[in-house]
């Protein structure tokens, strides 16, 4: 009894050292996943889908059916976030991490952005949509044997994203409010900042963008006051001439040049400023 009743513990023991093994164990999946990260502006953009193939079948309107929601890949609901608020073909989607549900049509599509991602499977909730749009899809001559999202085309203030599986291509677009997002990150930052950098780039980017500009002449300042330089003395030249105070831009500017030329810098534009004033 007692060797029977040994025996039994070590095999209790060897089952529960081998359950987290067994759980650490993986497969190749039949349809692997895929990521996508971006960054647009100010934004972080990533989607994560399971990437099912066509294996010769035939995909819409059979494996996938018209009218009927889809989870939009394979095992569970492909997934988006975003950093900050964006704006989906026109229409505005909060800051967050959503579900892309799709209702396939032979000449359009209904793409919903579920508030609901961490769902298993094909469970949704039409209630959880927090976004709803209608897209027109494409077919291109070059297939796709794994379904796949792409993003084709970018630029500083959006992107085009595309689901492509098979011949077929359905996009839609994003937007990103750039200039307020930066904004807002310039308003974060500079309390805590110790550069005359950081001051520089902050009111760089606002003269730039000719947004407060009282502000960019306090953050100027600050940056000159830290440390004087060819760059922030430029900066605060014409930001002072921008605010009506050319008296002030024209003494700044001289001594930016002086530096300049001191330091072997190109100050042909700065000259051209002063001349101007």
Known sequence: MK??????ILLIFAMV????????FELPRP????????????TDIQLEFYRPGVKNRVIWGELVPYGEVWRTGANNASTISFSTDVRINGQALAAGRYA???????TEWTIMFNSDWDK??????????????HVTPSVTAEPMERMTFEIPTLHD??????????H????????????????KAIDAELPKADRWQTFYQAANFAFENDLRLSDAETWVARSVAMEESFFNLGLQARIL????????????????????????????????FVKGL
């Open 31 to 42: 349809s692997p996943l895929g990521k996508v990260d971006q960054r647009v502006g100010m």
């Open 17 to 24: 050292v081998a359950v987290p093994a067994m759980a650490q």
């Open 100 to 106: 892309i549900h799709t209702i396939p049509g032979e």
């Open 157 to 166: 203030g959006g992107a085009i994203i595309q689901l492509r599986w098979e």
């Open 3 to 8: 060797f029977h009743f040994r025996g039994t």
């Open 241 to 272: 001439a921008k605010n009506g105070k050319e008296k002030e831009a024209l003494a700044v500017a001289q001594k930016a040049i002086r530096i300049g030329k001191e330091q072997n810098r190109d100050v042909s534009e700065l000259e051209e």
């Open 168 to 183: 077929l291509i359905v996009p839609f677009s994003v937007e990103v409010d750039v200039v307020n997002d930066a904004m």
């Open 120 to 133: 298993t499977g094909t469970a949704y909730d039409a209630e959880k949509d927090a976004l709803r749009i």
